[in-house]
């Protein structure tokens, strides 16, 4: 929403998140007469951050794209290198996405409920990435039972729908719950204020992390209180892909830096005493000492207590049998 219906901002919009680095960005598609009564009031979060006065409905109008702004925008995003994502709020949006061609859907929180149009979604077989904000577990299973049959293609986000939330609203142990309940690929929607809890959630196996952005915090509009400044989005994008490199693979061996360290800081074995040529070797006979890498590691000090020596060896001698 933060392109507050001006196309030239949304490709601002653009322009600041390729700079970032982002991987992708994300619109909203809706026709506001199929996605909301005419009278309804804002929510709670809305009245804050824009007139008290406006209707939701009123509010939703301006912000409106239409189909020629999607494939105009889908396109911008193409010729900088990002993956355009858009979520449809109604039948008819998902009619003209589905025309402009698009390569998965999000669905905002507001609809993971919404089970015949989840079923329509996943008819189109395009990955869906589903938030799950203001749902219990049972609901999220409900969700992904009318899901799963048709369309497995699934990312699966925590998401608190509060703009901006508190800390302890963030949740992000639900991310575990996913994981260990259904199989999925599983990220985070995050609404908290600045860098926030999304970072967190690399560790935890977030394969997906959606941070909202603006072009000014302090324009006219229900997200940009919670959305990051260009600034920070920069330093955001480049903090996920730190802790990406940080949390490396799963197979735990000596890095490729590590072999010239080992070669220094590693003991090998020596002789802590003179040993007889023909003696039988003893560990009292044994002890570890840096020797640039040369040697016989200690961890194999049982295979070396037993055998003969094979020559004599003076103190502080590398053992070689």
Partial sequence: MNHGGDLDLAKRLIDIAAEAGVDAVKFQAFRTENLILSNVEKAPYQKNTTAASESQFDMLKKLELKKEAYLELKNYCEEKGLIFLITPFDEKSLDELEEVGVDAYKIASTDTTNLLFLRKVAQTGKPIILSTGMCDLNEVTMALEEINPINKKMVLLQCTANYPIQDDEANLNVIH?????YDVVVGYSDHSVGLG??????????KVVEKHFTINK???????????????????????????RYMGGFVKEPTASEFHTKKSLQKSLVAATSIKKGEVIQEEHLVAK??????????HYSKIVGQTAKQDYQKDDIIYV
């Fill in 177 to 181: 719950t996913f994981k260990n309940t």
């Fill in 197 to 206: 809890a999304a970072l967190y959630v690399v560790p935890m196996g977030a």
């Fill in 218 to 244: 302090a324009l006219d509009g229900p997200d940009h209180l919670a959305s990051l400044d260009p600034e920070e989005l920069k330093e955001f994008v480049q903090k996920v892909k730190q802790i990406e």
């Fill in 290 to 299: 840096r020797t640039g890498g040369a040697g016989i590691s200690p961890i």
